[in-house]
């Protein structure tokens, strides 16, 4: 038995969607998901303090987070980029898709992704993590950020290996697949 075999976690589901291998990862350890980028969504202000982007913080460490806010205010779509932290990657990308009432659209997302995805692209990422876009989001479900998140990675994926989606549980685990795999 490999004692490491548990460490780097294997994905709870995989699909294919223009011919970009997409994984969801339902464990609570980003620091044990192989990517180069690691995608996070919010406010302008690059805080990251509740949510999925407390959840980087946490995994990042705080010299993260400073080195992003160094960047606001953002422009809505606006991609701010910091070095890895504590994470196993090269880059983390926080992008600007909430506006100042805290509302955010489906179009607002779907541009801030494709900026992201580009940007990750552009700093020579072949594999991208994004974390849980439902938990980023005040007042969106699980299935609207399914499908945004699918148009997002359909449209703008070309030339990325792999989009892993890092959530907690397993309903939602199961919301996601059924929207990305199309049953």
Same mark, same amino acid.
């Not at 010299?63 to 880059?91: C, F, I, S, T, Y």
């Given at each position: 038995?490999?004692?490491?075999?548990?460490?780097?976690?294997?994905?709870?589901?995989?699909?294919?969607?223009?011919?970009?291998?997409?994984?969801?990862?339902?464990?609570?350890?980003?620091?044990?998901?192989?990517?180069?980028?690691?995608?996070?969504?919010?406010?302008?202000?690059?805080?990251?303090?509740?949510?999925?982007?407390?959840?980087?913080?946490?995994?990042?460490?705080?010299? +993260?987070?400073?080195?992003?806010?160094?960047? =606001?205010?953002?422009?809505?779509?606006? $991609?701010?980029?910091? &070095?890895? /932290? #504590?994470?196993?990657?090269?880059?983390?990308?926080?992008?600007?898709?909430?506006?100042?009432?805290?509302?955010?659209?489906?179009?607002?997302?779907?541009?801030?992704?494709?900026?992201?995805?580009?940007?990750?692209?552009?700093?020579?990422?072949?594999?991208?993590?994004?974390?849980?876009?439902?938990?980023?989001? +005040?007042?969106?479900?699980?299935?609207?950020? =399914?499908?945004?998140?699918?148009?997002? $990675?359909?449209?703008? &994926?070309? /030339? #990325?290996?792999?989009?892993?989606?890092?959530?907690?549980?397993?309903?939602?685990?199961?919301?996601?697949?059924?929207?990305?795999?199309?049953?």
């Amino acid at each position: 038995m490999n004692p490491f075999e548990d460490w780097y976690p294997r994905p709870k589901w995989s699909t294919t969607l223009n011919s970009i291998r997409v994984q969801l990862y339902t464990n609570h350890h980003l620091n044990r998901t192989k990517a180069d980028a690691l995608v996070v969504l919010g406010n302008s202000m690059c805080w990251l303090g509740k949510g999925a982007a407390k959840w980087v913080r946490d995994e990042a460490g705080q010299d +993260v987070e400073d080195a992003l806010r160094l960047q =606001a205010p953002l422009p809505m779509g606006g $991609v701010a980029v910091a &070095g890895r /932290g #504590l994470l196993p990657l090269k880059n983390i990308l926080y992008v600007n898709v909430i506006d100042g009432m805290n509302f955010s659209s489906s179009q607002a997302v779907l541009d801030g992704l494709a900026a992201a995805l580009n940007k990750a692209k552009e700093l020579g990422a072949k594999s991208v993590m994004i974390v849980d876009v439902a938990d980023s989001l +005040v007042h969106w479900s699980i299935e609207q950020a =399914a499908e945004i998140l699918k148009q997002a $990675v359909t449209a703008n &994926g070309q /030339g #990325l290996s792999c989009v892993k989606l890092a959530c907690c549980g397993d309903a939602k685990s199961e919301s996601y697949r059924s929207i990305l795999q199309g049953t």
